[in-house]
C-alpha cells in the first residue's frame, strides 16, 4: 500500500474544497471529498479524469454516521489519514430580525456541527500520523456585524479551532484555522442580487492557502490565518 499522504475534504466538490483537492492531488496526496450531491462529484472526479487516487463519497457533513463512514472508508481505502478539511458551509444571506430560524437550523448544524463531528471521527486516526486539521473560517468570525446569524457561526468556528488545537497539540497534531475574505465561489449562488460588485479570491488562492498550511514542516503549526482579497476594507 502506497505511503503517500492522505486527506479528507468536506464540501469538496467546488469551490475552496475542490480547488485545495485538485491541489493536493498535484502534489501526490490521496483525497476523499464529501458532499451532498452525488452528481456534483462524480463532474469534478470526472473533470479530474477519475484518478485512483481520488475517493469521492456523497454525504451529508452534519450527519454523524455519514462522516464517520467517510473517515472509516478514507482509512480502509488508504491505509491511513494525514488530514483533515472541514470546508462544508454556507450561509443563509438573512438577518436576525427578519430571516427564516429553518434556514439557521441548517446552517448552524453545517457550519458548527459538521467541524466537530469530523474532527471527533478522525481523531484517531490524526493521533496514528500526526496530522493536521484544517478548519476553513471566515472573516466574518472575527469581526462583528449587525444581525449576522452566519458570523455567529462563524465565529463558533473560530472557538473550535483553538479549543481543539488546545486539546491536541500535545498529541502531536496541528490545527489551522484559515479564514477568507470574499472569494467567487457557489457561495453566493443564493444571495439577493447575486454577485456582489467587490473584489474577491479566487478559489484557487484559497487552496494555495490551505496547501501552504497544511505543507508547513513537522513541528510547525499554522494556527490562524486571514486573506482578505486587497481592496475589501474589513
Do not use: C
Not at 444581525?147 to 497539540?169: C, D, H, L, P, S
Not at 470574499?182 to 474577491?200: E, S, V
Amino acid at each position: 500500500m502506497s505511503h503517500s499522504p492522505v486527506a479528507l475534504i468536506t464540501g469538496g466538490s467546488s469551490g475552496i474544497g475542490a480547488a485545495t483537492a485538485r491541489q493536493l492531488l498535484e502534489r501526490g496526496y490521496r483525497v476523499t471529498v464529501t458532499g451532498r450531491s452525488e452528481e456534483r462529484l462524480r463532474r469534478f472526479a470526472a473533470e479530474l479524469g477519475d484518478p485512483a487516487e481520488l475517493l469521492v463519497m456523497p454525504g451529508n457533513a452534519a450527519e454523524n454516521e455519514a462522516v464517520r463512514t467517510a473517515v472509516e472508508t478514507t482509512v480502509a481505502a488508504f491505509g491511513r489519514l494525514d488530514v483533515v478539511v472541514a470546508n462544508a458551509g454556507h450561509a443563509t444571506f438573512d438577518e436576525l430580525p427578519d430571516g427564516d430560524p429553518d434556514g439557521w437550523r441548517d446552517m448552524v448544524l453545517t457550519n458548527v456541527l459538521g467541524p466537530v463531528l469530523l474532527i471527533g471521527a478522525a481523531l484517531p486516526a490524526l493521533r496514528a500520523s500526526k496530522g493536521r486539521i484544517v478548519l476553513v473560517g471566515s472573516v466574518a468570525g472575527h469581526i462583528h456585524t449587525p444581525g449576522n446569524i452566519y458570523g455567529a457561526t462563524k465565529w463558533a468556528v473560530t472557538g473550535i479551532a483553538e479549543n481543539t488545537r488546545r486539546m491536541v497539540t500535545s498529541e502531536g497534531i496541528g490545527v489551522t484555522l484559515v479564514s477568507p475574505g470574499a472569494t467567487r465561489t457557489h457561495f453566493f449562488d443564493n444571495a439577493p442580487g447575486g454577485l456582489p460588485d467587490r473584489d474577491f479570491l479566487s478559489a484557487d488562492q484559497l487552496g494555495e492557502t490551505i496547501v501552504w498550511a497544511i505543507g508547513q514542516p513537522r513541528g510547525v503549526d499554522i494556527n490562524t490565518v486571514i486573506v482578505r482579497p486587497i481592496g475589501q476594507p474589513v
